[in-house]
């Protein structure tokens, strides 16, 4: 069973910065791919930022060059650096992890296997 916890949400204003956490518990996951999606009320949940296992990114275009993820496997933690935030970057962020493959990891939710439970973003 595999556990993702985030953290690091919260209210900023435009312009403003927030770093997000993702805690992964129960199973090694060094090897699979990690990513980070956000979700508005009435809209589908995208995907924004990816990072497989050689540490190499993505990202959608609505974020690159003001989201940085990154991850730490010896503590089993991806994080998201937000930097620049608009009022569009509000929303519901999920870290989700896609067991088994390394790389090319894509931004589609049913291709991510464990997810968290969210962390709030508001930006005003």
């Known amino acids: 069973h595999v556990q993702l916890v985030e953290s690091g949400g919260g209210s900023v204003q435009a312009g403003g910065s927030l770093r997000l956490s993702c805690a992964a518990s129960?199973?090694?996951?060094?090897?699979?791919?990690m990513g980070w999606f956000r979700q508005v009320p009435g809209k589908e949940r995208e995907g924004i930022a990816t990072i497989d296992s050689s540490g190499s990114t993505a990202y959608a275009d609505s974020v690159k060059g003001r989201f940085t993820i990154s991850r730490d496997d010896a503590k089993n933690t991806v994080s998201l650096q937000m930097n620049d935030l608009t009022i569009d970057d509000t929303a519901m962020y999920y870290c989700?992890?896609?067991?088994?493959?390394?790389?090319?990891?894509?931004?589609?939710?049913?291709?991510?296997?464990?997810w968290g439970q969210g962390t709030q973003v508001t930006v005003s």
């Open positions: 989700a992890a896609r067991a088994g493959l390394s790389y090319a990891c894509g931004f589609l939710t049913y291709q991510y296997d464990y």
């Open positions: 129960g199973r090694t996951y060094s090897k699979w791919c």
